[in-house]
């Protein structure tokens, strides 16, 4: 079915033959319908704001939507957006030739959050949180001026399981990124339809798809950062128990209320015995 037309759009143009990019190509398909079916993503006739860093997981989300578009499967309009934050050196005619290429329609956004992170965060600490409210902030700003009702963002399975151990380590809280979120203010809404694809689907597709990964010079560059740490445990649970991360992954899509400590999420106040002493030894 997901894998029986070649070269179905110019991003998928030159896909290797192979069987094993085959598969590959149709099992990201295939989760990232999931995703989107599972999670209420779809809104007829709607418009996103699909954000592109450059990096391999945007390229493979670009390309599974617009595979799912081809096919009749996603029926919106889809503008892609790079903000271009004013890292030095950043190569800031790669994606707009990339896009132009293409055929996608898209905006390229400047705004120097760079400077403002590397002057507000103080030396030794990491730029990742003001980087990403800053960016954040600019991207709601540009979909409500292009009239999109969603935000979509790159984000896959295996950053879903790092923010969960971020949070539950240093947080204090269960807690990670969510498939749809709904913003402060209500009008807007984030996607995330990469959420049950493993990171290392996107490195091998995007890499056997030869796109111009641009990488993150920012918060890339730091040491000893905390995601990096959760990152290299995985990894070791990983091979020491191949199938760890999905394993994990399928907890968080399975939680049990009653089986937590949360009294906000469960009435343990409320939870009395139906049954007797004498109703049970008459």
């Known amino acids: 079915m997901l894998d029986d037309i070649d070269d179905i759009h110019p991003l998928l143009a030159g896909a290797p033959k192979t069987t094993e990019f085959r598969k590959l190509r149709k099992r990201i398909v295939r989760n990232v319908r999931e995703a989107i079916d599972a999670y209420g993503m779809i809104e007829p006739g709607a418009r996103w704001l699909v954000c592109l860093s450059g990096g391999k997981d945007s390229y493979t989300l670009l390309a599974a939507l617009y595979e799912l578009q081809w096919r009749g499967l996603l029926p919106i309009d ?53 980087c990403s409210r800053l960016r954040r902030g600019n991207l709601y700003r540009i979909a409500r001026e292009e009239g999109c ?32 979120l709904l913003n402060e203010e209500g009008d807007l809404l984030v996607y995330r339809p990469l959420a049950h694809v493993a990171e290392v689907d996107c490195e091998k597709f995007a890499a056997a798809m030869s796109y111009p990964i641009i990488p993150c010079d920012l918060c890339g560059s730091q040491d000893g950062l905390q995601r990096q740490q959760i990152k290299k ?15 994990l992954f399928r907890a968080l899509t399975n939680v049990r209320p009653s089986h937590m400590l949360d ?7 409320g939870l009395t015995a139906t049954r007797t002493r004498d109703d049970r030894n008459p």
Request: include cysteine; proline fraction near 9%.
């Open 78 to 130: 889809v503008l892609a957006c790079n903000l271009d934050q004013g890292q030095p050196g950043f190569p800031a005619t790669v994606l707009p030739e990339f896009l132009e290429q293409m055929g996608v329609p898209h905006r390229i956004e400047y705004q120097d959050t760079y400077s403002i992170v590397v002057d507000k965060v103080p030396e030794g600490r990491t730029y990742c949180a003001l």
């Open 263 to 269: 009294p906000a999420l469960f009435d343990f106040p």
């Open 149 to 180: 009702s969603a935000i979509v963002l790159g984000h896959h399975r295996d950053d879903i399981l790092e923010t969960f151990f971020m949070n539950l380590f240093h947080g204090g809280r269960i807690a990670t990124m969510p498939p749809k």
């Open 233 to 247: 445990m995985l990894d070791g649970w990983e091979a020491n128990s191949p199938g760890r991360r999905q394993v």
